[in-house]
């Protein structure tokens, strides 16, 4: 079992929703922060959101503002990325991370993991 592990992807229509979870192993959201990138084939990483439980800061990337929600479950040591509206583009293997967030952005990643599949088409 990895540090970090996600799962919820899966093939869906355009306009569609999933919902991404991440299990974390590697410490608690009420100490770390926790992020999500993605990974398309030719394509450079995009750092999408991130949450810091502790200084009470989420952030989302521009280009998913509106469309991506990140959150976190203190109970289960969760981070969820919420996916509405879904667009071809948005096709990539999302990751999530154990990373800096403030509410400029994404710091530097400490870990990851493997990543699920998120597959949009018609």
């Known amino acids: 079992q990895g540090l970090l592990v996600e799962s919820g992807g899966g093939l869906v229509q355009p306009g569609g929703s999933l919902r991404l979870a991440c299990v974390v192993s590697?410490?608690?959201?009420?100490?770390?922060?926790f992020g999500w990138f993605r990974q398309a084939p030719g394509k450079e990483r995009e750092g999408l959101s991130c949450i810091s439980t502790k200084n009470g800061i989420t952030y989302v990337a521009d280009s998913v503002k509106g469309r991506f929600t990140i959150s976190g479950d203190r109970d289960t040591n969760t981070v969820y990325l919420q996916l509405n509206n879904l667009k071809d583009e948005d096709t990539a293997v999302y990751h999530c991370?154990?990373?800096?967030?403030?509410?400029?952005?994404?710091?530097?990643?400490?870990?990851w993991g493997q990543g699920t599949q998120v597959t949009v088409s018609s």
């Open positions: 991370a154990a990373q800096d967030c403030t509410a400029q952005g994404l710091g530097v990643m400490d870990y």
């Open positions: 590697i410490g608690s959201l009420d100490v770390g922060d």
